[in-house]
């Protein structure tokens, strides 16, 4: 079945950078919009980024000029720099592949890799 599997994640302080990966498997990836959620405690899941299958990005204001989010279709992977951390972006950060084709969503998401910002 398909598989979207993070790494990256950890523990750092405020100010710091971590890069996460997602690596697709049993997909057509460059056929797949990609993107970055993330889900703190006692909160929603909500958008941080995404990459189209054609590469243009889109992120949410809270991320904007400290996160950026790329792709390797030759790797099957997305990446998402972060830099600038703040303890506001602790969070399981997920990874989501997303198309339409011939009328029918596919839609999956990766286990997740919790991310870290100590004061």
């Known amino acids: 079945q398909v598989q979207l599997v993070e790494s990256g994640g950890g523990l750092v302080q405020a100010g710091g950078s971590l890069r996460l990966s997602c690596a697709a498997s049993?997909?057509?990836?460059?056929?797949?919009?990609m993107g970055w959620y993330r889900q703190a405690p006692g909160k929603q899941r909500e958008l941080v980024a995404t990459?189209?299958?054609?590469?243009?990005?889109n992120y949410a204001d809270s991320v904007k000029g400290r996160f950026a989010i790329s792709r390797d279709n030759a790797k099957n992977t997305v990446y998402l720099q972060m830099n600038s951390l703040k303890p506001e972006d602790t969070a399981v950060y997920y990874c989501?592949?997303?198309?339409?084709?011939?009328?029918?969503?596919?839609?999956?998401w990766g286990q997740g890799t919790q991310v870290t910002v100590s004061s």
């Open positions: 049993r997909i057509i990836f460059s056929n797949y919009h």
């Open positions: 990459i189209t299958s054609g590469g243009s990005a």
């Open positions: 989501n592949a997303d198309r339409l084709l011939g009328g029918l969503g596919y839609n999956y």
